[in-house]
């Protein structure tokens, strides 16, 4: 389940990709190319240039071109559920939660040719990511990892909407998905049904806190399926502080598990 923390994991994994001629594109899955890409625009866009820099939005990847010096088009790469960054045969993150632990070729939706032999790939069981030209990064919010005080209060802690919707709302923060907002709402001790207008500021602090700190564990410890909480997320499991069990809901679309001993719907 790719988050924030698995695109930034894949970010420096497509570093390798960096600096190296492109001769060739593989579009094995043309259903995979978005927002109007063809195979033909791609490639027209892509084969001759060179990849000079490896940029995250939060869960969108960028791969910025350049051909002799000119800045060329930018690649977007979604990786919805299942998807993994594959460069010369070398995965970037080596276990992805909820997905196929296979490495099968056959799941290859895109590839990207080097001069030298060496190649980038997108490789997705489940077919839930894409890959478009020159994306809207516009259209997604400010990064989970460089969110402020003012922004987390403007952008995210208004309205009558739960707050784990909210977090999950990629226009107004982006990066957050379904394992990072509830390990950050459990450790900020918030319950996640509460309106995102609710919180007062010392709460909103804490937020910002913890999520600053899971962000951090989640990179330390390699991918959003490290968290305390994680084990957990089956019927009947069980909070890891004080074996309450868990509460497990539907918010904002999503399985949503909470302690309601320690994250009080009253705050």
Same mark, same amino acid.
């Given at each position: 389940?790719?988050?924030?923390?698995?695109?930034?994991?894949?970010?420096?994994?497509?570093?390798?990709?960096?600096?190296?001629?492109?001769?060739?594109?593989?579009?094995?899955?043309?259903?995979?190319?978005?927002?109007?890409?063809?195979?033909?625009?791609?490639?027209?866009?892509?084969?001759?240039?060179?990849?000079?820099?490896?940029?995250?939005?939060?869960?969108?990847?960028?791969?910025?071109?350049?051909?002799?010096?000119?800045?060329?088009?930018?690649?977007?790469?979604?990786?919805?559920?299942?998807?993994?960054?594959?460069?010369?045969?070398?995965?970037?993150?080596?276990?992805?939660?909820?997905?196929?632990?296979?490495?099968?070729?056959?799941? =290859? &939706?895109?590839?990207?040719?080097?001069?030298?032999?060496?190649?980038?790939? *997108?490789? /997705?069981?489940? +077919?839930? %990511? #894409?890959?478009?030209?020159?994306?809207?990064?516009?259209?997604?919010?400010?990064?989970?990892?460089?969110?402020?005080?003012?922004?987390?209060?403007?952008?995210?802690?208004?309205?009558?909407?739960?707050?784990?919707?909210?977090?999950?709302?990629?226009?107004?923060?982006?990066?957050?998905?379904?394992?990072?907002?509830?390990?950050?709402?459990?450790?900020?001790?918030?319950?996640?049904?509460?309106?995102?207008?609710?919180?007062? =500021? &010392?709460?909103?602090?804490?937020?910002?806190?913890?999520?600053?700190?899971? *962000?951090? /564990?989640?990179? +330390?410890? %390699? #991918?959003?399926?490290?968290?305390?909480?994680?084990?957990?997320?089956?019927?009947?499991?069980?909070?890891?502080?004080?074996?309450?069990?868990?509460?497990?809901?539907?918010?904002?679309?999503?399985?949503?598990?909470?302690?309601?001993?320690?994250?009080?719907?009253?705050?």
């Amino acid at each position: 389940m790719p988050e924030g923390v698995e695109i930034e994991i894949y970010r420096i994994g497509a570093e390798a990709a960096l600096d190296r001629e492109i001769v060739s594109v593989e579009t094995p899955d043309e259903w995979f190319l978005k927002d109007g890409a063809t195979p033909e625009s791609v490639r027209d866009a892509l084969v001759g240039e060179r990849f000079v820099a490896a940029r995250r939005r939060g869960k969108l990847l960028i791969l910025d071109a350049a051909k002799d010096g000119e800045p060329g088009p930018r690649l977007g790469l979604r990786f919805g559920m299942t998807g993994r960054l594959i460069v010369d045969d070398e995965a970037a993150i080596g276990y992805l939660e909820y997905s196929s632990q296979r490495n099968d070729p056959a799941w =290859d &939706r895109f590839v990207v040719h080097f001069a030298d032999g060496g190649d980038l790939r *997108l490789r /997705d069981p489940r +077919r839930l %990511g #894409g890959v478009a030209l020159d994306p809207d990064e516009d259209a997604l919010g400010v990064d989970a990892f460089e969110i402020k005080p003012k922004q987390l209060r403007d952008r995210v802690l208004v309205g009558e909407v739960a707050l784990k919707a909210r977090l999950l709302d990629q226009s107004r923060v982006a990066g957050i998905g379904n394992l990072i907002a509830d390990e950050t709402m459990w450790r900020a001790k918030i319950d996640p049904g509460r309106p995102a207008g609710s919180l007062d =500021d &010392r709460e909103a602090g804490r937020l910002l806190r913890a999520l600053r700190r899971v *962000l951090a /564990d989640f990179m +330390r410890d %390699g #991918g959003s399926h490290t968290g305390r909480l994680q084990d957990q997320r089956v019927r009947g499991g069980r909070c890891p502080i004080c074996r309450t069990e868990l509460d497990r809901r539907e918010i904002g679309g999503r399985t949503t598990f909470s302690c309601p001993r320690h994250q009080p719907i009253s705050g």
